[in-house]
């Protein structure tokens, strides 16, 4: 991978190709990070066909963009939508940096900070369509989950899922997640921990946090975690 200084590593970010607007807290959004993020969307990569279809025929091109992202110089990779879980392994293999396609893959590790009588909530964009190869795919399969989906929420299924709106009204976004957050709070007492998978549910974490009074991770405090271990300094004095 080769040398490089404190503070030059940037993360590269695996996009869908979508229209509607990214607040602040989204991946997407460079405001979120105080460290430098280069994007690289995936033409024809559609929440449908990757979300409700997991449509196989994308492997290609987002091998395609992680290898120019790898080659445009990022140090780690990462994605803008945690259901390419599905294609970890794949992708991984393609490049020579660090590529971790989904949030999902801190579920292991939350799951292990738990009592052995907690489960891991995870909030996602589809309950449907988030099968047990996904969480295969990330080494999650013997996490005990509790799963709630958004895509009975309108404001996130017209404009997110559907597309047929690129202004997003956030309150009534914050609305509806945190709606989804509180019911699996009060419907699982065993709720231990949460892990966002959708990366445009991201910008509420602190108010879903609040909501339910538990640890909240997600695709931003993975990213973070990742450019950390990147950009190591020196304790005290040196020689």
Known sequence: MGEREPGEASIGVLCLETAYTKIEGHIRNPATFDFPVRYQVVRGATPDRLVRRADPTLLEPFIAAARALAAAGVAAITSGCGFLALFQRELADAVDVP???????????????????????????????LSA????????????????GMAGRPEFREVILEGRRTALDAGRLRGEVLAEAARLASDHQELGAIVIECTDLVPFACAIQGATGVPVFDIVTLTSMVHQGLVRRPFGPTT
């Open 133 to 148: 190869a996904h969480l295969a795919a990330v080494g999650a399969e013997a996490v005990p989950v509790l799963v709630a």
């Open 99 to 129: 590529l971790y396609s989904s949030s999902l893959i801190q579920l292991p590790m939350v799951h292990r900070m738990l009592r052995s009588d907690q489960a891991v909530g995870v909030l996602t964009a589809s309950k449907d369509a």
